[in-house]
């Protein structure tokens, strides 16, 4: 893999110290930056690193398990070159007034939504605006899946501006229906299946987060765009 510009060596000493092990058979990344924990995401997925077995992200970091502890020095050196890829490539990307984010140039997954919640009051006046410009907000954004948790199918969606941050719920529902779309602590989400939670609730979606009988399962994985559709315009 090509690097594009110098890189000095305190970057790479840097971008080394960044990647710690994690047991014999793992690695834990922490990028400098949190923008790039769903670039070597999409990195990691479009050219897969021999030794890899698999990769789990979260906000901040990415856990990579290995087939072998013989493997982890291989992979070590093959993540230090990928991350600087990476860090150079935005650099390159910000001076040329251009983005580098890969994922934001993939058609986003559609999710047409009712905007039926029964938080979506609350929220308008938390922001100090009306119900529908809650819902021009969160239709008019590109949201992109940070990671994904709490149970299978749930992508934490993170929007380039939060201007949708809302506190959760100071009491959480004891049950919340699969196909909730809900806002909370800066991230956007819909619930895979029936749960306990305490986001703030403002629409609902059919669409199925998780089908075992799909391949992959996950409509929305780690590093992916989503836009949100009013399904009364027909969405």
Known sequence: MKTTGAVTHAQRKATEEAIRSAGDRALLITPPRRD???????????????????????AETVLLTLDSPRAAEAVHRSLTTL????????????????????????????????YDGA??????????????????AHTGTVWRCAFVGFAPGFGYLESPDGRLSVARRAQARTSIPAGA???????SAVYPRSTPGGWQLIGTTDLRMWDVERDPPALIRAGATVRFLDARDGG
Do not use: C, W
């Open 36 to 58: 790039t924990v769903v670039e070597l995401v999409t990195a990691l997925r479009e050219r897969p690193i021999p030794g890899v077995q698999d990769f789990l992200p979260a």
């Open 83 to 114: 991350l600087v890829t990476l860090n150079a490539e935005r650099s390159a990307a910000v001076s040329r007034g251009t983005s580098a984010d890969k994922a934001l140039r993939v058609e986003p997954v559609s999710i047409p939504v009712r």
């Open 119 to 136: 938080d979506l009051d609350d929220v308008a006046r938390m922001l100090d605006v009306t119900t529908a410009e809650v819902i021009a």
């Open 181 to 187: 779309v809900a806002l909370a602590g800066g991230y």
